[in-house]
């Protein structure tokens, strides 16, 4: 998803839900709590760092968006890697 006319991304914001330094359930990944939608693949994930006054400092390139969580009409909750094609 992106404006076709001037091509430029719709950006999101979204939570880092677990230490991006840990490795979640022993995988070398790391979770977000955000909007994610088919053709999110590959979309950078980005911590900012802000000043004392609130500016930001360093935008720091986290990881990339390569699955998600999603929850079945029984309940329960499936681990599935993002779709690439």
């Given amino acids: 998803m992106f404006d076709e006319k001037h091509y430029t991304p719709i950006v999101r914001q979204g939570f880092i839900a677990t ?5 979640f ?4 990944v790391f979770l977000i709590d955000a909007s994610v939608f088919p053709g999110s693949s590959g979309s ?4 900012y760092e802000h000043s004392w006054d609130g500016h930001v400092v360093s935008p720091k390139l986290l990881g990339l968006v390569s699955a998600v969580f999603t ?5 329960q909750i499936d ?3 993002a779709p690439t094609t």
């Avoid at 359930?25 to 070398?28: E, K, R, S």
């Fill in 25 to 28: 359930n022993g995988d070398p």
């Fill in 19 to 23: 230490p991006a330094d840990l490795d």
């Fill in 79 to 81: 681990w599935v890697p």
């Fill in 44 to 47: 950078p994930v980005f911590s």
């Fill in 71 to 75: 929850q079945r009409t029984d309940g």
